[in-house]
């Protein structure tokens, strides 16, 4: 059987006005584990370029930077974004407290918004990681527990989790850079 559009129209106001609004599932939202990642980074300070040339030196070689034929100096845009991802990752070590994690869409990433597009920025977030300044945590985390896939079998495009290591903390520590004074050296433009 067919309905016209104003058949279904009609009906649809009979249920409201007749129930006060019709009874249509309520749409659930699920609590935010993990809190987003902000890429956006304004001017570096001299100790935060220093601990970036430092990591820069250490992943300029990697596989993946120089098969996308990444210069071997550092670009402005890329140390922007690396500056980004330093803060984001350092923010998740308190001192005080247990570490934390900071959630990632490469995906979701544009040139536009970060300076660089989703492909460097997954090559770069690879190269930290295999050189051992980032944890990463790729896979499925939920109420019942976590299920932590191969970052190679993985599809690293859509979510992973991140944060900063003791390698990383510690370069930042020996330039005067800790969680009292992150925003001064890596600033949010947000």
Request: net charge positive; hydrophobic share 35%.
């Amino acid at each position: 059987m067919q309905r016209s559009y104003s058949s279904v129209q009609s009906r649809l106001r009979t249920l409201i006005n007749q129930s006060g609004r019709a009874n249509c599932p309520r749409p659930r939202s699920e609590p935010k584990r993990f809190p987003a990642v902000d890429l956006s980074c304004g001017a570096l300070s001299q100790a935060s370029h220093e601990v970036l040339s430092t990591l820069w030196f250490d992943i300029k070689g990697h596989h993946s930077i120089i098969r996308r034929s990444e210069p071997s100096l550092l670009k402005p845009e890329v140390e922007l974004f690396l500056g980004a991802v330093i803060r984001e990752a350092l923010i998740c070590l308190p001192p005080d407290s247990p570490p934390t994690w900071k959630r990632l869409s490469l995906s979701r990433i544009r040139a536009n918004d970060a300076g660089v597009d989703s492909g460097v920025a997954r090559n770069l977030i690879s190269a930290l990681h295999y050189h051992g300044f980032l944890d990463l945590f790729v896979g499925y985390v939920g109420y019942s527990g976590s299920f932590q896939l191969d970052i190679h079998a993985a599809r690293f495009g859509r979510s992973a989790l991140l944060r900063a290591t003791r390698k990383t903390l510690e370069a930042s520590a020996r330039r005067g850079i800790n969680l009292n004074n992150l925003y001064t050296h890596f600033p949010s433009l947000r």
